[in-house]
């Protein structure tokens, strides 16, 4: 058993492996070096000899413990046929949703226009440096997902005003969603990936009143749907106000925590194995700055289960050599 999934499925404290969302992006040359001359990020998520390159890119670098796929949450809206593009300095900008075309597709179809992301997976996990490590396959949840679909870019700090006009068609668009994540997951698994992670980046814009319907059961669907599939599930619900309560209705294999979350109080109500939580702006302070941090996180969870990850994805401007300074000291931990 690889590292990461002796941390997950034997709970294993003895060992804090190491892998970073994000890690494979903008804060390494040669990452920017492809991007430059491949301006259409969907058509670079899909070209599975550049996004196996750019997936081993920080392999190559730095002892992670984990490869995760370059790919992206937004890749599911597109293979339902939904328009997705990626705007320099704004972000992802999608089509007008359509209940009807997308509750058209066929699942033949959705993974035809994917195809290529599981090629990717394949090439990743067959590779020799993932040797002793995990292949980390991911979806956005079901939550994020919509809000992408319609509300058709990021939402800032909140959700429009209007968001929840219509409830019935939410929940019909929500059901779809969550079929073709299912199939999403499926051929990620079929194809190598062997841990899912379940980024839901809005979970934070909801009223608690909302939150079930929208957050703990569709996320508990697809956490049981992947335990079926004999791999572990890590779920990432940024900014939720409470993980305790997420984890007991989700019951998730492993939780990614935000940087705004005591890590101290997670300890304490938390059983089950914790991954994240380090601020990524520690990443552009100095070495004895990032020493002191990354510590404080392997000490708290010294006897906890715990993956060394970041609270949110790298961050562009970081410098890849506080990055193998990092890893070094989680390693020497
Ligand atoms: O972590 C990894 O290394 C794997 C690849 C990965 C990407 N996106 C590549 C990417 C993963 C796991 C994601 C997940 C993702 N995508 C999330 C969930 C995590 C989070 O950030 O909250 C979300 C919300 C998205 C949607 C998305 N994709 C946004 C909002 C943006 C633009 C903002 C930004 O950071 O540029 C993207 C673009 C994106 N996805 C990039 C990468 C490397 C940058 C593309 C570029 O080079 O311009």
């Given at each position: 058993?690889?590292?990461?999934?002796?941390?997950?499925v034997?709970?294993?404290?003895?060992?804090?492996?190491?892998?970073?969302?994000r890690?494979?992006?903008?804060?390494?040359?040669?990452?920017?070096?492809?991007?430059?001359?491949?301006?259409?990020?969907?058509?670079?998520?899909?070209?599975?000899?550049?996004?196996?390159?750019?997936?081993?890119?920080?392999?190559?670098?730095?002892?992670?413990?984990?490869?995760?796929?370059?790919?992206?949450?937004?890749?599911?809206?597109?293979?339902?046929?939904?328009?997705?593009?990626?705007?320099?300095?704004?972000?992802?900008?999608?089509?007008?949703?359509?209940?009807e075309?997308?509750?058209?597709?066929?699942?033949?179809?959705?993974?035809?226009?994917?195809?290529?992301?599981?090629?990717?997976?394949?090439?990743?996990?067959?590779?020799?440096?993932?040797?002793?490590?995990?292949?980390?396959?991911?979806?956005?949840?079901?939550?994020?997902?919509?809000?992408?679909?319609?509300?058709?870019?990021?939402?800032?700090?909140?959700?429009?005003?209007?968001?929840?006009?219509?409830?019935?068609?939410?929940?019909?668009?929500?059901?779809?969603?969550?079929?073709?994540?299912?199939?999403?997951?499926?051929?990620?698994?079929?194809?190598?990936?062997?841990?899912?992670?379940?980024?839901?980046?809005?979970?934070?814009?909801?009223?608690?009143?909302?939150?079930?319907?929208?957050?703990?059961?569709?996320?508990?669907?697809?956490?049981?749907?992947?335990?079926?599939?004999?791999?572990?599930?890590?779920?990432?619900?940024?900014?939720?106000?409470?993980?305790k309560?997420?984890?007991?209705?989700?019951?998730?294999?492993?939780?990614?925590?935000?940087?705004?979350?005591?890590?101290?109080?997670?300890r304490?109500?938390?059983?089950?194995?914790?991954?994240?939580?380090?601020?990524?702006?520690?990443?552009?302070?100095?070495?004895?700055?990032?020493?002191?941090?990354a510590?404080?996180?392997?000490?708290?969870?010294?006897?906890?289960?715990?993956?060394?990850?970041?609270?949110?994805?790298?961050?562009?401007?970081?410098?890849?050599?506080?990055?193998?300074?990092?890893?070094?000291?989680?390693?020497?931990?």
């Amino acid at each position: 058993m690889t590292p990461l999934n002796k941390v997950i499925v034997n709970k294993d404290t003895s060992i804090n492996p190491i892998w970073i969302m994000r890690q494979a992006g903008r804060y390494l040359p040669e990452f920017r070096e492809i991007r430059s001359k491949n301006t259409d990020f969907i058509k670079l998520c899909l070209n599975p000899t550049l996004s196996t390159e750019i997936t081993l890119q920080p392999l190559r670098r730095f002892d992670f413990d984990a490869a995760i796929i370059f790919s992206d949450i937004l890749m599911l809206p597109y293979g339902l046929k939904q328009k997705v593009e990626f705007k320099k300095n704004f972000g992802p900008i999608l089509g007008k949703l359509n209940l009807e075309e997308i509750s058209g597709v066929k699942e033949t179809d959705f993974t035809k226009r994917v195809q290529e992301i599981y090629e990717a997976i394949k090439n990743v996990s067959n590779n020799d440096i993932l040797k002793d490590k995990s292949t980390i396959g991911f979806v956005g949840a079901p939550w994020t997902i919509l809000v992408y679909m319609i509300n058709q870019q990021s939402p800032k700090k909140q959700l429009k005003k209007n968001f929840f006009r219509d409830e019935n068609l939410i929940n019909k668009i929500l059901i779809v969603i969550e079929k073709f994540l299912k199939i999403h997951i499926k051929n990620q698994i079929d194809n190598g990936a062997n841990a899912i992670q379940i980024f839901d980046s809005w979970a934070g814009l909801l009223e608690n009143k909302d939150i079930p319907n929208y957050i703990y059961n569709p996320t508990l669907n697809l956490v049981k749907f992947v335990q079926s599939l004999n791999t572990p599930v890590i779920c990432f619900p940024r900014n939720i106000k409470d993980y305790k309560k997420y984890c007991d209705f989700v019951k998730p294999d492993a939780i990614c925590i935000d940087y705004e979350v005591d890590p101290f109080t997670i300890r304490k109500k938390i059983k089950i194995p914790v991954q994240g939580g380090m601020d990524p702006k520690v990443l552009l302070s100095d070495k004895e700055t990032i020493k002191k941090e990354a510590k404080k996180y392997l000490d708290i969870f010294k006897d906890h289960p715990y993956i060394f990850n970041l609270g949110h994805g790298v961050l562009p401007e970081t410098d890849p050599n506080m990055m193998d300074y990092l890893v070094k000291t989680v390693k020497d931990y």
